[in-house]
C-alpha cells in the first residue's frame, strides 16, 4: 500500500500541522496493526469501502487513520489522519 501526505495539503494550515503530528504514527499502524478496521461503504463513491484504524501515540494520544479502497482495482489510498474532535 503506497501512502502519500497529499491529503492534508488541502487543509487549512493550522488543522494540517495538528495532524501532520501523527503521520509517522499514522504510517506505524497501517505497517503493524493486527486488529481489524472498522470498514464501511463510502456514502460518497459507490465503488469505494472506507477503513478506519484507530490507534495511540508513544505518548498515549489517541487518533485516527483512514483508508479508501477502490472495491474494482483494490487499491488503498491514505486519506486522513486525525485526533478525536
Partial sequence: MAYSASGLNQKPQRDRKRRLKY?????????????EPDTRPNPNGRHEIVHRFAGKTCGGELFYVQVK???RTDN???ISVFPPK
Fill in 69 to 71: 479502497q477502490d472495491k
Fill in 76 to 78: 488503498k489510498y491514505f
Fill in 23 to 35: 503521520y509517522k504514527c499514522a504510517i506505524d499502524l497501517l505497517r503493524n496493526c493486527t486488529i
